[in-house]
């Protein structure tokens, strides 16, 4: 299983980003997808999850200001993140969990300037 995250990138407060995290390999059919992050100094925390029923959870962090989606039939999430804040810099990782491993995605840096 591989996962190939993009979109990060430089924004300034208040912006809007979206990040992709593309899966393949196999990965089955009940699985949990997810992005964590790590800020410079903070460990990788969880800040949403989506089930392959469409199950969401997030971070109180983050919640009302991303949203976790993703389409199954081509192995794909993402995470749309709206109002962004300088504390949200951080490398985000993609994730996937399945019955029986937990696979990462490379980080894609997403910097929030003040």
């Known amino acids: 299983v591989q996962l190939q995250a993009s979109g990060g990138g430089l924004v300034q407060t208040g912006w809007s980003l979206r990040l992709s995290c593309a899966a393949s390999?196999?990965?089955?059919?009940?699985?949990?997808m997810g992005w964590s992050r790590q800020a410079p100094g903070n460990q990788r925390e969880i800040i949403a999850i989506?089930?392959?029923?469409?199950?969401?959870n997030y971070a109180d962090s983050v919640k009302g200001r991303f949203t976790i989606s993703r389409d199954n039939a081509k192995n794909t999430m993402w995470l749309q993140m709206n109002s962004l804040k300088p504390e949200d810099t951080a490398v985000y990782y993609c994730?996937?969990?399945?019955?029986?491993?937990?696979?990462w995605g490379q980080g894609t840096q997403v910097t929030v300037s003040s």
């Open positions: 994730r996937l969990g399945t019955t029986r491993n937990l696979y």
């Open positions: 989506i089930s392959s029923g469409g199950f969401t």
């Open positions: 390999g196999s990965i089955g059919s009940i699985n949990t």
